[in-house]
């Protein structure tokens, strides 16, 4: 139940690092892939892969920073794909950024992963991994419960409307004309 925990606490984290860059940009904040839960999914299976890939690279940081990079890279490559084939919609679009790979992944924020990576390694996750093992069974078996409706829903919604915007639970700005 750790990995599941390790998924939820960074999908929410990512959560909130989506709300906080979209405020700091000017942008609105984009519910990222769910309808319900304010969870950013490709932030939690990043993490979740980082962590379990990571113990060899733990005591050097430069190998940590490249594998940080590489496995969240590949991971929203993948989870961009994912959205466009099987769902038929597109959350981000890179394209006019540099180092870009079919607008789906840049090289800024490639270089933002790995950053990102050593962060979660050496100061979230000592903290957060321990308080993970004391979260009681039946609550995971709830919120997977919680988890896995809200996913069903969502690529339902999204299959059927193919817009991400059948995901947002905010009001949208009127627009002139």
């Not at 960074?10 to 860059?21: D, H, K, M, N």
């Not at 994912?82 to 006019?96: A, K, P, Q, R």
């Not at 078996?141 to 069903?152: G, N, P, S, Y």
Request: hydrophobic residues 55%; contains cysteine.
């Amino acid at each position: 139940m750790v990995v599941f925990w390790n998924f939820m606490l960074y999908s929410f984290l990512g959560f909130l690092l989506e709300v906080a860059y979209a405020r700091a940009t000017g942008g609105r904040p984009n519910r990222k892939c769910l309808w319900v839960l304010p969870l950013c999914p490709v932030y939690g299976l990043g993490a979740s892969l980082i962590l379990f890939f990571s113990p060899p690279a733990r005591a050097y940081p430069p190998a940590l920073f490249f594998l940080g990079a590489l496995t969240a890279t590949a991971v929203e490559y993948l989870t961009a794909a994912f959205y466009e084939t099987c769902l038929g919609v597109s959350f981000w679009n890179y394209g006019d950024l540099p180092g870009n790979l079919h607008g789906r992944v840049c090289l800024p924020f490639s270089l933002a992963w790995g950053v990102l990576s050593l962060g979660m390694v050496y100061g979230l996750d000592p903290v957060f991994a321990p308080l993970l093992t004391h979260v009681p069974l039946p609550v995971g078996w709830a919120v997977m419960a919680a988890l896995v409706v809200d996913v069903l829903l969502s690529a339902a919604l999204l299959r059927r409307h193919r817009d991400i915007a059948c995901l947002r639970w905010y009001p949208q700005k009127k627009t002139a004309g």
